[in-house]
């Protein structure tokens, strides 16, 4: 039996196969073309959302690597499916048949220039179950993280936006409650009293 073997490669998107068979495709589209579970990907998961923030963020170093399995000469995506199927509706709006979303594509993909033979950091193995860890620490452990609360979020806005940023209600709401928060943690008050007031983790 061979060993399982992992490399790390920069991959052009055009190489990138989606997988068929990952969570987010319905049975019915095992085994269909790849143009089929695209359009899937799109309505279910609203790629063109997903799309906008890509190229908002297009400058930064890619964070997470696409995890791969290699099948003789094709390369399988099992973890990063809906973020190589964002690149290549960027990169060929001709992929999205509704005439209006393939417009927004073309839009955005024209800012930042992507082509199919653009590339990214990938983890190739040649074990599918090497690349299944991947998925589940990923998707079904969450990583292991811990979502942020309201509290987290309150404090991210309050922490991290200036007054020069064009605050939306939204966030001046955000700031406010944490400048309230701190003021009620510094009376002389019962600690449970301050719980009651201000919601969990902000005592």
């Given at each position: 039996?061979?060993s399982v073997r992992?490399?790390?490669?920069?991959?052009?998107?055009?190489?990138?196969?989606?997988?068929?068979?990952?969570?987010?495709?319905?049975?019915?589209?095992?085994?269909?073309?790849?143009?089929?579970?695209?359009?899937?990907?799109?309505?279910?998961?609203?790629?063109?959302?997903?799309?906008?923030?890509?190229?908002?963020?297009?400058?930064?170093?890619?964070?997470?690597?696409?995890?791969?399995?290699?099948?003789?000469?094709?390369?399988?995506?099992?973890?990063?499916?809906?973020?190589?199927?964002?690149?290549?509706?960027?990169?060929?709006?001709?992929?999205?048949?509704?005439?209006?979303?393939?417009?927004?594509?073309?839009?955005?993909?024209?800012?930042?220039?992507?082509?199919?033979?653009?590339?990214?950091?990938?983890?190739?193995?040649?074990?599918?179950?090497?690349?299944?860890?991947?998925?589940?620490?990923?998707?079904?452990?969450?990583?292991?993280?811990?979502?942020?609360?309201?509290?987290?979020?309150?404090?991210?806005?309050?922490?991290?936006?200036?007054?020069?940023?064009?605050?939306?209600?939204?966030?001046?709401?955000?700031?406010?409650?944490?400048n309230l928060g701190?003021?009620?943690?510094?009376?002389?008050?019962?600690?449970?009293?301050?719980?009651?007031?201000?919601?969990?983790?902000?005592?």
């Amino acid at each position: 039996m061979s060993s399982v073997r992992f490399d790390s490669k920069r991959i052009a998107i055009k190489n990138l196969l989606l997988w068929d068979r990952n969570s987010r495709i319905p049975e019915y589209l095992f085994g269909e073309k790849e143009s089929e579970i695209i359009q899937e990907l799109i309505e279910r998961y609203d790629l063109l959302n997903f799309a906008n923030e890509v190229v908002k963020d297009f400058d930064l170093p890619q964070l997470e690597k696409i995890v791969v399995v290699q099948r003789r000469s094709n390369m399988v995506v099992f973890e990063g499916n809906r973020r190589i199927a964002t690149y290549k509706c960027l990169a060929n709006p001709s992929l999205v048949k509704d005439p209006m979303i393939r417009n927004k594509f073309q839009s955005l993909g024209e800012q930042i220039g992507i082509r199919d033979s653009f590339s990214l950091d990938c983890i190739v193995t040649n074990s599918q179950k090497a690349a299944m860890r991947y998925v589940k620490r990923k998707h079904y452990n969450r990583n292991n993280e811990i979502a942020w609360s309201q509290f987290e979020r309150d404090n991210y806005i309050n922490r991290t936006v200036g007054p020069k940023d064009g605050l939306s209600k939204k966030e001046t709401d955000s700031i406010y409650k944490v400048n309230l928060g701190n003021k009620v943690q510094i009376i002389d008050l019962p600690e449970d009293f301050k719980r009651k007031i201000l919601g969990k983790g902000l005592v």
